[in-house]
C-alpha cells in the first residue's frame, strides 16, 4: 500500500487564538471549502463538527483539541477536480480557554504550523500571547488571520498594530481591508496587487478586480514594504531589487517561503469567517507558505541503549518514529492513541516499540480523526496525524518507534495544576467506578491530577481551573455514568525555604535484637537556577525543582544507603513545614554521617535523613508560596473605577489599562485564592458586560498575616 499523497504535498497545521476569536467558525469554513462537510455548523447554532462534546456545544467553547484531515486544490488552480492537483491539510482545531492550554501545548509539539487568528475588534488578548509563546517554544511557523472585521469596533490598523507591539516585530501585512465593521466587502492583496470580494451565499465565488481607487496609494505603499521585507532574506534578490529590477510574484513568493518556515516573518492575512470572507485565501497561504514535513529539519532523540543523539528524516524509508500525543476515551473503540509519524511507516496489526517503558504493543487498529468520527485506515506514512487502538500501556509524550532502531523523543512539559478540590462518590455503586473514571480522565489530561490526602484519605482532583474541574466532572456524569460531590476549590498552595541551614541528625533505636542506626549531616539552601547549557556534576541530582548533592566521601556512608537517604528527604518535602504543603526549589548537600556496620539499614537512614530536612528548612526560613494568576478584566469604560476598587481589595497589583476596542481592559496579577467566584462579581458589577480571562503566572510568598490563617485552618 502507497502513500495517497507525496510528502511535499501535506501540511500539518494547528488553528490556534483566544477564545471567541472565531477559530471554531473558521475551521467550519474550512470543512465547506474543502468539501468535507456539505453544510457548515455553526457555534452559537451548537452544530459545529469540530465542537462535538456535548460541553462544548451547550457552552458554545472548544474543550478538547479536535483532529481532522481534509483536501485542498489552491484557488488560482483551473482544474480543481484534479487529485494531483491537491494538498492533503492535518488539521488540529484547539482551544481557546485558558483552562484547556494543554490541547494547545501538546498540539503545538506535533504540528508544523499554525493559523493564529485574532478578533478585528480586539487585537491580542492574553490567550493569543500564551499561544504565541508555546508555538516559540515548538519553532512553528505561523500565519496570522486578523478575523471579524464586519464587527462594530473592527480596526484593522488597531489590531495589526497590537501584533507587532506584544507578538512580533516580524509580522507584515499581506492584505489591506476594502471598508471596515458593517461597510467590510473584501480585502486588497499586496503582493499580486489585486482586490478580492466574495459572492455566492457560502461566499465560495471568489471574484478578483482592480484595486478600488481610493485604496491605490495605499496598497502601493505597503507593496513595496512588503517586497522590501522579503527581498532582506536573500542577497541575490536583495542585489537585483537595488538595481531596479522588482522580482516576479513566485520569485518573492519562494523566499517568503523560505522566511516563513525559518519564523523570520509572519504574513499576516483578514478576514470574517462568519460572513464567509477571505478564508479561502489563507488556505491558498497554507499551501504556499507553511511547511511540509520535508521541509523541516531531522526529528533529534536519545538512542535509550547508548545515550547518543539520534536524528530522523522525514521519509516512509527511514525507520519509524512517532510521539503519542494525547489520549481519548471513545465509547464505541475503548482507548485511543493519537499520535504524530515523524519517519517510517506503520500498519494495523503489528507490534510497535515504546521506547519510554522499554516494551513492545500490539496495534489493533489505525484510524484518522474526523472530529468525533472516525476512518479506519491499514496503515499511515510519514508526516501523518491517526489515532491507534490496542495500546494498554502507552501515555502522552510516549515515543513509539521500530525497536530495531529505538530512539527517545523530547517530552512534553505540561503546565502545574494551580486548583484542587474534594471529590467522594454519592453511592457505593459509584465509588467502585469512581477511581476508574478518574484514572481515565488523567491519562487523558496530564493537567488533571488525582491523588489522595494522606491526613484524612479524602480523593484530591486537580486541574487548570474552576472551569477545567467543573467540565471533568460533568464529564464523569455523563460519559462513565458516576455521581460524585465536589468540595470547595483549594489553591495548590506550595513551600520552600528563603535561607540556608546545616543540621546533622541521628537516628538511633535499640531493641532486643538488632538495633537500628542512621547518622547524617546535610546543608539546605535555595534552588538556583542553571544556565541553558551547563553541565551538570555527576555527584549532583537535579529534577522536579529539587536538588540533591552526594558529597559523601572516604564511604562514611555506604553507596547503598544513598537512595534511601535522597528518598527520606523528598518525602519530607512532600509534607512541608509550614502547612504541610509540598516544598519546593530547595537544594540538599548530604556532605558527611556515619554507619554502624550491624544496626545500619537503609530505613534508619531514611528516617535519619527525613527528620534531619525537617529540621532545617524550619530553621531555614521556610515559608508558604501561592500561585499568583495574570488577569485581564475587560469592561465599558464606566465601570473602570469599581473595577480596579474591587481588584485592589483582592490583593491585586494592577500593572495597566488599555482600550480594547469599545471598552477598556485592566491587567493584574491577582492571587488565585482572591479570584474564586469573580466571574459572577465582575457580571453583577458591570451589569453582566464584563469579562475576564486569568492565567498562572508565578508563585511567590504569601503576606505573613494571610499565611497565619491558612495554617490555621489547616489544623
Request: glycine content about 8%; proline content about 5%.
Amino acid at each position: 500500500m502507497n502513500r495517497d499523497y507525496p510528502l511535499e504535498k501535506v501540511r500539518n497545521f494547528g488553528i490556534i487564538a483566544h477564545i471567541d476569536a472565531g477559530k471554531t467558525t473558521t475551521s467550519e469554513r474550512v470543512l465547506f471549502y474543502t468539501g468535507s462537510q456539505h453544510k457548515v455548523g455553526e457555534v452559537h447554532e451548537g452544530e459545529t463538527t469540530t465542537d462535538w462534546m456535548e460541553q462544548e456545544r451547550e457552552r458554545g467553547i472548544t474543550i478538547t483539541a479536535a483532529a481532522i484531515t481534509c483536501f485542498w486544490c489552491k484557488t488560482t488552480e483551473p482544474d480543481k477536480k484534479d487529485p494531483a492537483k491537491k494538498y492533503r491539510f492535518n488539521i488540529i482545531d484547539t482551544p481557546g480557554h485558558i483552562d484547556f492550554t494543554a490541547e494547545v501545548k501538546r498540539s503545538m509539539r506535533v504540528l508544523d504550523g499554525a493559523i493564529v487568528i485574532f478578533d478585528g475588534v480586539a487585537g491580542v488578548e492574553p490567550q493569543s500571547e500564551t499561544n504565541w509563546r508555546y508555538a516559540d517554544e515548538a519553532h512553528v511557523s505561523r500565519l496570522c488571520f486578523i478575523n471579524k472585521l464586519d464587527r462594530t469596533g473592527a480596526s484593522f490598523e488597531r489590531s495589526y498594530e497590537s501584533i507587532l507591539n506584544n507578538l512580533s516585530k516580524r509580522a507584515v501585512r499581506m492584505h489591506i481591508p476594502i471598508g471596515e465593521e458593517s461597510g467590510y466587502e473584501g480585502m486588497v492583496d499586496v503582493l499580486t496587487m489585486q482586490a478580492f470580494h466574495f459572492e455566492g451565499d457560502m461566499g465560495e465565488e471568489i471574484i478578483a478586480s482592480s484595486i478600488p481607487e481610493n485604496l491605490k496609494e495605499d496598497a502601493k505603499k505597503y507593496h513595496d514594504e512588503l517586497i522590501e521585507r522579503i527581498v532582506e532574506q536573500d542577497e541575490d534578490l536583495m542585489s537585483a531589487y537595488l538595481e531596479g529590477n522588482e522580482p516576479s510574484v513566485d520569485e518573492l513568493k519562494k523566499v517568503l517561503r523560505k522566511a516563513v518556515i525559518a519564523n523570520e516573518i509572519f504574513p499576516v492575512f483578514i478576514g470574517s469567517a462568519l460572513k464567509n470572507k477571505g478564508v479561502q485565501l489563507v488556505l491558498d497561504a497554507v499551501v504556499d507558505y507553511l511547511p511540509s514535513p520535508k521541509d523541516l529539519p531531522p526529528v533529534k532523540g536519545i538512542d535509550p541503549r547508548n545515550g547518543e543523539e539520534v536524528e530522523r528524516k522525514a521519509s516512509d524509508d527511514e525507520p519509524f518514529t512517532a510521539l503519542a500525543f494525547k489520549l481519548q476515551t471513545d465509547p464505541f473503540v475503548g482507548a485511543l492513541t493519537f499520535f504524530r509519524v515523524y519517519s517510517g511507516t506503520l500498519e494495523s496489526g503489528t507490534y510497535v516499540y515504546n521506547a519510554n517503558l522499554d516494551m513492545k504493543e500490539r496495534v489493533g487498529r489505525i484510524v484518522r480523526l474526523q472530529a468525533d468520527k472516525r476512518e479506519e485506515v491499514k496503515k499511515v506514512f510519514t508526516g501523518e496525524i491517526a489515532a491507534a487502538v490496542g495500546l494498554k500501556d502507552t501515555k502522552t509524550s510516549h515515543t513509539l518507534c521500530s525497536e530495531d532502531a529505538p530512539i527517545l523523543l523530547e517530552e512534553i512539559i505540561f503546565p502545574v495544576p494551580v486548583v484542587s478540590m474534594r471529590i467522594e462518590p454519592k453511592t457505593k455503586v459509584d465509588q467502585e467506578k469512581l477511581g476508574t473514571a478518574l484514572h481515565k480522565l488523567s491519562d487523558e489530561d496530564p493537567t488533571f491530577q488525582v491523588a489522595a490526602d494522606p491526613e484524612t484519605m479524602e480523593t484530591i482532583i486537580s486541574g487548570m481551573g474552576e472551569l477545567h474541574l467543573e467540565i471533568l466532572v460533568d464529564r464523569l456524569r455523563r460519559e462513565f455514568n458516576v455521581e460524585a460531590n465536589m468540595g470547595k476549590p483549594q489553591v495548590a498552595y506550595r513551600e520552600t525555604i528563603r535561607g540556608t541551614a546545616d543540621v546533622e541528625n541521628k537516628y538511633i533505636k535499640q531493641t532486643g535484637g538488632r538495633g537500628q542506626y542512621g547518622h547524617v549531616k546535610i546543608r539546605v539552601k535555595p534552588l538556583e537556577p542553571i544556565e541553558e547549557g551547563a553541565k551538570i556534576p555527576n555527584n549532583v541530582k537535579r529534577e522536579d525543582h529539587f536538588e540533591f548533592i552526594n558529597n559523601i566521601k572516604g564511604g562514611v556512608i555506604p553507596q547503598e544507603y544513598i537512595p534511601a537517604i535522597e528518598k527520606g528527604i523528598r518525602e519530607a518535602m512532600d509534607r512541608g513545614v509550614v502547612a504541610g504543603y509540598p516544598m519546593v526549589d530547595i537544594s540538599v548537600d548530604l556532605y558527611d554521617g556515619s554507619y554502624h556496620e550491624v544496626d545500619s539499614s537503609e530505613i534508619a537512614f531514611k528516617i535519619a535523613a527525613s527528620q534531619a530536612f525537617q529540621t532545617a528548612a524550619k530553621q531555614a526560613k521556610a515559608v508558604l508560596l501561592e500561585p499568583i494568576m495574570r488577569v485581564e478584566v475587560i469592561m465599558p469604560e464606566q465601570f473602570i473605577g469599581d473595577i480596579t476598587g474591587s481588584l485592589s481589595g483582592k490583593r491585586a497589583l494592577i500593572e495597566g489599562m488599555e482600550d480594547r476596542g469599545m471598552n477598556k481592559a485592566v491587567h493584574a496579577k491577582v492571587p488565585l485564592s482572591e479570584m474564586f467566584g469573580y466571574t459572577t462579581i465582575l457580571r453583577s458589577m458591570t451589569e453582566g458586560r464584563g469579562s475576564m480571562t486569568m492565567e498562572f503566572d508565578h508563585y511567590d510568598v504569601v503576606p505573613g498575616n494571610v499565611a497565619e490563617d491558612i495554617v490555621a485552618n489547616r489544623k
